[in-house]
């Protein structure tokens, strides 16, 4: 039992969804080996057969898929041929999963405890007592402060964090050799990612336990994982030393990756900042102000005598947006991103304070006189999914201006070239385009009017990393052409300091900072702040200057 | 918990409130019908000094609301009046006592049925998932379905008692002459109302637990290393169940809706065939208090369900 | 799986189509043509078995079978048609305004379909009967109203996820109106669920004029339809089973055919 032992070794594995008389196939002769005490990272876009690998591994392949040929070694032993009794002997006790979405993951109907203690039972013998320390031991080595607390709760009662270390707790708990991490972080914010993964090193540090992390993110792989592999299209593009592969990439995919990926902190040591180079906005007037701005979010009473109730998002925000330039707004889920954008466009009623549009104030409840326009994250639920893209782009034009039929369809014509889609588009429902080209067709659908502010709520937030940097570099294009003021709502702070000029920055709903990009990024004032660039640059695995 | 408990009052609060609504609406209902109601209830010769007694006796002189108070205080008693198709000479409440023990044991065999017939099968059923059987499954539950409950019973009139000579058609035998006979006799409309029933059971249950089956705890727990069989029984079954449970109430207020018509084919002397004669007699005292009845019997239904759900679903326990 | 559960359940579906074109076939012919008068009574053929010139017999008052289930069952549908688009139609405007606007108005509608509800529908529709008398009219006009509160909450419950979306927050942006919204924009999108309940609907319309026909309190003689032929066959079924399987099986394949076109439906199919 060296250092060097293999632990997993898989052989030219190709795994297949039969679909009608020929078979998809989604992971296509992979080969790779997890060594003993090593973290290795798969990268790979969604739908590059990442998953169904580690699934593959587990023995818990959806039902509808086939092995086609290959062979899965763990320590000498063809998982595939073991006979099931076996199997099941090793799943959870030797090798062990973190699954994508612990809320999902999770029977909803059982306590957190008893399920982590579930995974216990089943492979170690022991008095009722002794599970239930071990399982609160277990609990608080995934830093879970509060064991006790967090073994009587249920799923939907922690936070998504705290979900996450409880699904770590369960797959450490019997003391697994390999613990298959999918996707462990995607669903949380900037800093409990960088927490998360910081615990897997420290598990993987302490326990010389091996772990195959699975992730879309390069950062994610490149700060955690000692050997990494680029899956596309279920084939491994890549693979090597973590450092040396993204640092001099072999393959065209991996270069692509490696420039998609956020500029900000990816060469080395030094910094770059690729803000927006317009300088001319500084020239321009306020095209909007926000002062002192109350948001609210009406609560339903209780009944029908119940009393109105609203909660109080946006503390007293004030901010004024300059022609011509992009202001960026970052924060985590729940800072109340959102809730700003809906009421600087109208959508959230319930508010206090003003708004001006060009000098023409619009209080409380009254109309917008020059109407902004939003691009929302996800593009399929913001283009109705019964209506052509063709129909869509038209409707605001049969809604705010007076253009003949002709003028409106040369219009459309006209529009849809611009984001990049040609005239076929027109004719298709949203469900047939790609998620890329719905993000372009709702980014049509918002200029088509000649607005001159458009709010972008997490415009690539649901895009793959090369989708990503097209879609950015459409808005680029789209704002220099018809000078458009944006206003750019993320909690990706890689991606907004790709694009903004200034960045605001919210939390628990009260604007702490706002200024230049350059300014925010070298000399941050609030301690927040400071956590927030410093929780994206450790996950580069870089220091702050 | 505490919360828990300001929850369940805030529940039986409604749940007298829907009880109150209710009754305003049974009672309000049957005070649109034309006609002199004392003249319905004594019959075309009766003398003006009978009608006039008849109405103060009956507080008709009074205003609405004094009315409704009037028949609440005897409807929470028990006590709705005499039924006029009896000649005033029969107790409502002894009337609908009669005929509620025949409709009960009615209700309470085919819920038996239905519940004994459709676990089993359900679960039988999406333990074996192939296309053809899928196939078949919804063919058959969409069938037995489609037929009529009242149909079904006169197909099991024709066959088991005229062809097969199971059991005598129309011949009933009373719980208390013999209770053995009464059984054998009621067997034959519990399942004419439960078959359709065990269909729709059989396919939620089904559909239900494959749902789950392929959720992502599912897969959780096979990571574990459980075996299929305890995953069904300690991760599905429960969550599945959350669906059914809906239904199973639903399908106990079908139940005694459904006993109306196939009474009526069996010739069983319960509430449905005695609503059904009240309505062509228009006697009306006799329809509110079955109507009254029924309803209240489904809104407590309702009621323990929600409560129910409470207790296995954590989700909806607020804190 | 998709592909397989799609695959196998074509087969029901077609059958479902099959069936329901048949039915409506029987009922469609049977508003211009019958072979006998279905109303005239012959002495001389009371309670005869199925043969040649009357395939599925004759009833006890010597009435040819076969056109009384042709007439009779259009009696029925066009019933259960008027009732579907009576529940329907109101449903969907109370669901729709109800879902979009919520408020108080949302609350007060609500608690009486929850009361509505609580009442077993046959149960409802007997009161109704017994207020205002037997007959065509009355049913249709009972059980039209009975059926608004299921449409209205189906409807309100899509409207009340569907108005979250971000395509009807884009909608309001781009400057629409709320009954643009509301029947332009969101109701189009409740047609998945709701074109299969519109088919369950008439099932259900089906089964129930059946029910309160059967039980003498629908459709009046000598008129036919199902329900009451079947309440009239019942007391003939040990001489003359025919009678009672015609009708009753006329109901069976009618909402068997509609309701595998709706499952059908719901999976996506067609």
Request: positive net charge; contains cysteine.
């Amino acid at each position: 039992m060296g250092k060097d032992e293999t632990l997993l070794c898989i052989e030219d594995l190709t795994i297949g969804f039969p679909t009608g008389k020929c078979v998809k196939r989604v992971v296509d002769h992979i080969s790779l080996e997890v060594k003993k005490g090593e973290i290795l990272g798969i990268l790979g876009e969604s739908g590059s057969g990442k998953t169904i690998t580690a699934l593959a591994v587990m023995g818990l392949l959806p039902a509808a898929a086939r092995i086609l040929r290959g062979r899965i070694q763990y320590r000498g032993r063809d998982l595939l041929t073991l006979e099931e009794g076996e199997r099941r002997r090793l799943r959870g006790a030797e090798i062990s999963m973190v699954y994508q979405d612990p809320m999902a993951s999770f029977n909803p109907l059982l306590t957190v405890g008893a399920q982590v203690e579930e995974m216990l039972r089943l492979h170690a013998k022991h008095t009722q007592e002794e599970y239930r320390a071990l399982t609160l031991k277990a609990l608080k080595e995934v830093g879970l402060t509060e064991p006790l607390e967090v073994y009587h709760r249920y799923p939907h009662q922690l936070s998504g964090g705290m979900r996450q270390r409880a699904m770590l707790a369960m797959a450490i708990i019997a003391g697994p050799k390999l613990v298959l991490a999918d996707e462990p972080t995607t669903a949380l914010d900037v800093t409990t990612q960088g927490k998360i993964l910081q615990l897997l090193r420290e598990l993987n540090e302490k326990y010389g336990m091996s772990i195959v992390l699975i992730s879309h993110d390069l950062r994610v792989i490149q700060n955690t994982c000692h050997r990494a592999i680029v899956m596309k299209d279920g084939r491994i593009v890549e693979a090597g030393m973590t450092q040396e592969l993204f640092a001099r990439p072999q393959t065209k995919y991996t270069r692509q990756l490696v420039a998609a990926a956020p500029r900000l902190f990816s060469d080395g040591g030094g910094l770059r900042v690729t803000c927006a180079k317009n300088t001319s906005y500084k020239e321009q007037r306020e095209i909007f102000t926000i002062q002192n701005l109350n948001v609210f979010y009406p609560e339903k009473g209780s009944g029908l005598l119940g009393k109105k109730r609203r909660k109080q998002v946006i503390k007293n925000a004030n901010i004024s947006v300059l022609q011509g330039e992009t202001l960026g707004i970052v924060g985590e889920s729940g800072s109340g991103k959102s809730t700003l954008a809906k009421a600087i466009v109208g959508l959230n009623r319930e508010i206090e304070g003003v708004i001006k549009f060009n000098d023409v104030a619009a209080k409380g409840k009254g109309e917008l006189a020059a109407r902004p326009q939003m691009v929302f994250q996800d593009p399929f639920g913001s283009l109705n999914p019964t209506k052509k893209i063709g129909w869509l782009l038209e409707e605001p034009l049969k809604l705010q201006t007076n253009l003949s039929k002709k003028e409106r369809i040369a219009r459309v014509r006209e529009m849809i070239r611009q984001v990049g889609l040609t005239y076929e588009f027109l004719e298709r429902y949203p469900s047939q385009l790609s998620g890329g080209q719905r993000q372009r067709a709702a980014i049509a659908a918002a200029l088509i009017v000649n607005p001159k502010l458009v709010i972008l709520d997490e415009p690539v937030s649901s895009l793959d990393v090369t989708i990503q940097a097209q879609i950015l570099r459409l808005l680029k294009e789209l704002q220099d052409k018809y000078s458009l003021t944006y206003l750019f709502i993320s909690h990706d702070l890689n991606v907004v300091f790709q694009i903004c000029n200034r960045v605001c920055v919210l939390y628990r709903g009260e604007i702490i900072e706002i200024k230049e990009a350059q300014e925010l990024l070298y000399r941050p004032q609030h301690e927040y702040t400071k956590e927030l660039l410093e929780s994206a640059m450790v996950k580069m695995g870089n220091r702050l200057p | 918990m505490q919360m828990g408990m300001k929850g369940t009052v805030k529940k039986i609060i409604s749940l007298l409130m829907s009880l109150f609504l209710t009754s305003i609406l049974t009672f309000t209902a049957f005070q649109v019908i034309p006609g002199d109601s004392a003249l319905i209830a004594l019959g075309m010769d009766a003398t003006e000094e009978q009608l006039e007694e008849y109405r103060e006796e009956m507080g008709l002189n009074k205003s609405l609301p004094m009315r409704f108070a009037r028949w609440l205080k005897g409807a929470l008693k028990g006590d709705f009046g005499y039924s006029s198709q009896y000649q005033m000479q029969m107790k409502v409440s002894t009337l609908i006592g009669d005929r509620l023990t025949v409709t009960l044991w009615l209700a309470a065999l085919s819920f038996c049925i239905i519940v004994l017939v459709s676990f089993p099968l359900g679960i039988l059923n999406a333990r074996n998932r192939s296309g053809t059987l899928d196939s078949l499954i919804t063919l058959v539950t969409h069938f037995f379905m489609a037929v009529p409950p009242f149909f079904l019973g006169m197909i099991i009139t024709l066959l088991f008692g005229i062809i097969l000579k199971w059991f005598t058609p129309g011949n009933y035998v009373s719980p208390e002459e013999d209770f053995q006979r009464f059984l054998r006799f009621m067997i034959f409309p519990a399942i004419a109302v439960a078959v359709p029933k065990i269909a729709m059971l059989v396919k939620l249950l089904r559909s239900s637990l494959l749902r789950e089956m392929g959720l992502d705890y599912v897969r959780t727990a096979k990571g574990k290393g459980m075996t299929d069989t305890s995953i069904l029984y300690r991760h599905i079954l429960k969550n599945a169940l959350i669906p059914v449970i809906t239904f199973l109430a639903m399908i106990l207020a079908d139940i005694l809706a459904g006993t109306i018509l196939v009474e009526q084919v069996f010739n069983l002397p319960g509430l449905g065939r005695l609503l059904v004669s009240s309505i062509a007699n228009r006697d009306y005292a006799v329809v509110q208090a079955i109507v009254l009845y029924i309803a209240s019997v489904v809104i407590v239904i309702n009621f323990l369900v929600d409560l129910l759900y409470q207790w296995i679903d954590p989700r909806l326990r607020k804190d | 799986m998709g592909k397989n559960g799609g695959s196998t359940y074509d087969f029901n579906f077609i059958l479902g189509l099959l069936l329901t074109s048949l039915v409506l076939f029987i009922v469609f012919l049977g508003f211009f043509y019958t072979p006998y008068d279905p109303n005239k009574m012959e002495a001389a053929l009371i309670n005869k078995p199925p043969s040649l010139s009357h395939p599925l017999g004759t009833d006890n008052f010597g009435r040819d079978i076969l056109s009384r289930v042709m007439k009779g069952a259009g009696t029925t549908y066009v019933i259960a048609a008027a009732i579907v688009c009576i529940g329907a139609s109101l449903g969907i405007l109370v669901g729709a305004l109800t879902g979009y606007f919520g408020g108080w108005f949302d609350e007060v509608v609500m608690r009486l379909n929850d009361v509505l509800t609580s009442f077993p529908s046959i149960l409802l529709a007997l009161v109704f009967v017994s207020l205002f008398g037997p007959g065509s009219y009355n049913i249709v006009f009972a059980l039209g109203l009975l059926f608004v509160p299921s449409y209205a909450r189906l409807v309100r419950g899509e409207f009340i996820v569907l108005k979250e979306r971000d395509f009807v927050n884009n909608a309001k942006l781009m400057g629409a109106g709320s009954l643009r919204i509301i029947f332009v924009h969101i109701l189009p999108n409740t047609r998945r669920v709701l074109l299969p309940s519109l088919l369950i609907g008439f099932n259900n319309a089906v089964l129930a004029e059946a029910g309160l026909s059967y039980l003498g309190l629908g459709v009046q003689p000598p008129d036919a339809s199902l329900g009451r032929m079947l309440s009239e066959a019942q007391g003939y079924l040990l001489d003359s089973p025919w009678y009672a399987l015609a009708p009753g099986l006329m109901i069976v394949l009618t909402v068997l055919g509609f309701s595998l076109v709706s499952g059908g439906l719901e999976n996506g199919q067609g």
